[in-house]
């Protein structure tokens, strides 16, 4: 017998929908159906955000900063920062190729990490703004912030919508810098939603191919919960079982090394 050749399978939301009502003994026979099962599709993979770190979400970016400027606007799509670093290196800003940024002036291009702390250690450092008239100012710290936090005047409190997560999130950097740096880091990015109710149901899901059985599984459990709740223990046991094994997979595979502070050892 002869093999396939390929390796691209996948499943579009309508598959996947199919197969989860099956799961629960049922067939999808109007349109309502798609949608209640799209809604609870979307649900999920916001739900697993709060799952732990999914390795496939992890996306890369590099934001040119302003001397003096010591606050930047983040995309809601970003969900957290992992890693950054400082580089003093100039690239050309209008090649958006990653590796050719890269590799610019790469003889003089020096990383520095630079390290997360929270809102509160952020709060209580001194002259956050001030301005370098000299010497180095490279950014050592930074803190990400939900929402809007910004105001030019206490009034304006009253109609912002600060902190809210339908707003984009605020990078904080200390201390101000005082030329453009390269601020890179690597950050977890939302999973996409499904689509909308014309298109959606053709696409595909932001997911690795090994998580497709996880996803369906976790539909089936959540429409069983509208429609078959009889049902639900036993497609809840399958789904975790299923999102486990997911989950053990999906991690970097690196030695793990363990090394004493650097501080002093008598």
């Known amino acids: ?44 993979l916001s739900e697993w955000a709060n799952r732990g770190l999914n390795l496939w979400t992890i996306d890369y970016f590099q934001q040119t900063l302003t001397a003096g400027t010591n606050n930047y606007a983040v995309d809601q799509r970003v969900v957290d920062i992992l890693d950054a670093t400082i580089t003093t290196t100039a690239y050309d800003a209008t090649d958006s190729t990653p590796v050719s940024r890269e590799l610019a002036s790469n003889s003089a291009t020096t990383d520095v990490n630079v390290t997360k702390i929270s809102r ?81 149901y053709q696409n595909n899901i932001d997911v690795p191919f090994a998580f497709l059985p996880c996803l369906t599984a976790g539909l089936a459990y959540y429409i069983s919960m509208k429609r078959a709740p009889l049902m639900s223990p036993m497609l809840k046991s399958v789904y975790d079982e299923e999102f486990q094994r997911a989950a053990d997979t999906n991690r970097e595979r690196v030695s793990f090394r363990v090394k004493p502070a650097q501080a002093y050892i008598p």
């Open 1 to 44: 017998m002869a093999y396939s050749g390929t390796r691209a399978f996948n499943l579009s939301s309508e598959e996947i929908i199919e197969e989860a009502f099956e799961r629960c003994g049922l067939e999808v026979r109007m349109g309502y159906d798609l949608r209640t099962a799209r809604i609870s599709m979307n649900l999920m």
């Open 120 to 200: 509160t250690e952020y709060m209580n450092l001194s002259r956050k703004t001030q301005k370098a008239t000299g010497g180095d100012a490279r950014p050592t710290q930074f803190c990400l912030i939900p929402g809007v936090t910004t105001y030019s005047d206490i009034s304006d409190i009253s109609t912002a919508t600060s902190g809210r997560p339908e707003n984009d999130m605020r990078l904080y950097l200390y201390p101000n810098p005082d030329k453009a740096y390269v601020f890179k880091y690597f950050f977890v990015n939302r999973i996409e939603d499904v689509g909308s109710t014309n298109t959606g």
